[in-house]
């Protein structure tokens, strides 16, 4: 079992940057793929980006690419993604989540462990 868990959350101004990361208990997190998703209250949760096992490929939506980055340290076993030039509507609870293939993908039922989430708020 790989159970993430995401810290780095909080409140920005617009324009602002944060980094979110995502930890992993248990082994073998190199064999696994990485996805971020989020949340906003009332909406359902959309793919947001994905991270190859290797660390070579990665995919975005078309709503963050060019902001957000996505990154994977396997030695840590830990990912990232790093927001910059956030919007208010990037407001939403974002998630973390491991896939038991080498690449990712946009649908949430291809990922098989979910963190919690963690808050992200970006204020006008």
């Known amino acids: 079992q790989v159970q993430p868990v995401e810290c780095g959350g909080g409140l920005v101004q617009a324009g602002g940057s944060l980094r979110l990361s995502c930890t992993t208990s248990?082994?073998?997190?190199?064999?696994?793929?990485m996805g971020w998703f989020r949340q906003a209250p009332g909406k359902e949760r959309e793919f947001v980006a994905t991270?190859?096992?290797?660390?070579?490929?990665?995919y975005y939506a078309d709503s963050v690419r060019g902001r957000f980055t996505i990154s994977r340290d396997n030695a840590k076993n830990t990912a990232y993604l790093q927001m910059i030039s956030l919007k208010p509507e990037d407001t939403a609870v974002y998630y973390c989540?491991?896939?038991?293939?080498?690449?990712?993908?946009?649908?949430?039922?291809?990922?098989?462990?979910w963190g919690q989430g963690t808050q992200v708020t970006v204020s006008s």
């Open positions: 989540a491991t896939a038991m293939r080498s690449y990712g993908t946009s649908r949430p039922d291809d990922y098989n462990y």
């Open positions: 248990g082994r073998a997190f190199s064999g696994y793929a």
């Open positions: 991270i190859s096992r290797s660390g070579e490929n990665t």
